[in-house]
């Protein structure tokens, strides 16, 4: 899979864009806020709909457009999958009414020309992102863990986002009964209906988290054995919030860098087993007023060396395994669609010794297409300099400098 062309429109700082996307790497040169991350967030928004550099969709129109009546942001991605090209738009758009409400966002995609629904467009186009701010999957709570799985599940799986985001309507009406069942009393068998509703699409989800960080794991732990010379093992630790895993009485709990292997487990034993613990504990969820068990409550932990890089890992250990787990998520996608993903890149040498940003850059062949920002291009060796595109950004705008090789 390779981007071959690029357009944007009142997205972020950039008004207007239209460039031909070279294959290879693509180095964007130029100083801090003048677009280079812009550029790999509009790519990102391609294959995710989301942004990780956004709290909202509002921040990615260019806010002199936002201003207008309606403001629209647009993203046009050309690309070539198995011998086609296809061309995919994601529209942002706020209507600015004052008269009922203020400003209302919407957001439409089209894969070649006709609208798709958001579950439909996922995985289209396939691409793999990293942002320093992306530490925070390590470092920050559970719910930045959750979402980068949900992220990377819904560019491989064509049943992930429909099962995520009917869970979390199942959730949200089950919530509301559980506070009404609270605050009013009621019959708790109200509850039977939701619980079959929420262990259904729960088992899903529980299911491909299982097998993906398996996949993950396996596919990181050689990348992060390079990166540090074989000093560090890499594991992913699978914590679910309903564990499927039978377990004695008896059974002391596991330490937390135990491994468990759950991936021989069916849908419907997992469904089956989530529906009856839901049984055990509604007199405790109806007591709180909410779901207190479920995938939207599950944990992933990032250790090397049987030590968890959330709690004790140094800003060296944390970057260096966040890279090997992006490495990794590049294969993995290439495994599970057959595709290469575009790289994207954002900062990738800063805070790397010299040894780790030699390691890294001969791990970018395994990509048919990276893009990589800096401001300092002193980072990176001539030699890879030389074979790489060399794009210039500065003011929401952008200079081709040479083609790789030039």
Avoid: C
């Avoid at 290879?24 to 040169?29: D, K, N, R, S």
């Avoid at 928004?45 to 629209?72: C, K, P």
């Avoid at 560019?155 to 919530?175: C, D, F, G, K, V």
């Amino acid at each position: 899979m390779r981007l071959t062309h690029l357009s944007l429109s009142n997205f972020r700082n950039f008004a207007r864009l239209d460039t031909i996307v070279p294959g290879g790497p693509v180095l964007l040169v130029g100083d801090n806020a003048q677009g280079k991350t812009s550029l790999l967030e509009a790519i990102f928004l391609l294959a995710t709909l989301d942004s990780f550099h956004a709290s909202s969709d509002r921040q990615m129109i260019n806010f002199l457009a936002a201003r207008e009546a309606q403001g629209v942001a647009r993203v046009v991605g050309t690309f070539e999958r198995d011998h086609r090209t296809h061309r995919l738009e994601v529209r942002i758009i706020q209507e600015n009414n004052p008269l009922n409400g203020g400003a209302h966002v919407r957001k439409e995609v089209l894969l070649d020309g006709s609208k798709l629904k958001t579950h439909e467009a996922l995985g289209q186009f396939n691409a793999v992102l990293f942002l320093p701010q992306m530490l925070a999957i390590i470092e920050g709570a559970p719910d930045e863990r959750r979402r980068y799985l949900n992220v990377a599940l819904s560019q491989t799986s064509a049943h992930y986002p429909a099962a995520l985001s009917e869970y979390q309507r199942i959730l949200t009406q089950r919530n509301s009964l559980l506070k009404q069942l609270n605050e009013r009393q009621g019959d708790p068998k109200q509850l039977d209906f939701w619980n079959e509703a929420l262990a259904a699409q729960g088992a899903q989800i529980i299911q491909a988290r299982v097998r993906a960080i398996l996949d993950l794991e396996r596919l990181a732990r050689p990348l992060h054995a390079e990166l540090t010379r074989s000093e560090e093992i890499l594991r992913l630790n699978y914590q679910p919030s309903f564990d499927p895993m039978p377990q004695s009485a008896a059974q002391f709990a596991l330490p937390i860098d135990a491994s468990v292997d759950r991936s021989g487990l069916s849908i419907e034993y997992i469904r089956s087993g989530f529906l009856a613990r839901l049984a055990q504990v509604s007199d405790e969820e109806i007591a709180r007023g909410l779901t207190t068990l479920g995938p939207h409550r599950d944990e992933m932990r990032i250790l090397s060396n049987g030590i968890d890089l959330g709690l004790y890992g140094s800003r060296g250990q944390v970057r260096t395994a966040m890279l090997s787990l992006k490495l990794a998520e590049v294969a993995w996608i290439r495994e599970k669609t057959g595709h290469w993903p575009v790289l994207l890149l954002d900062e990738v040498l800063a805070e790397l010794d010299t040894k780790r940003r030699a390691d890294l850059l001969v791990r970018l062949a395994v990509a048919e297409q990276a893009l990589l920002t800096t401001t300092d291009l002193e980072l990176f060796p001539q030699d890879f300099v030389h074979n790489t595109s060399l794009w210039r950004v500065g003011n929401g705008r952008l200079m081709e400098v040479k083609h790789a090789g030039g």
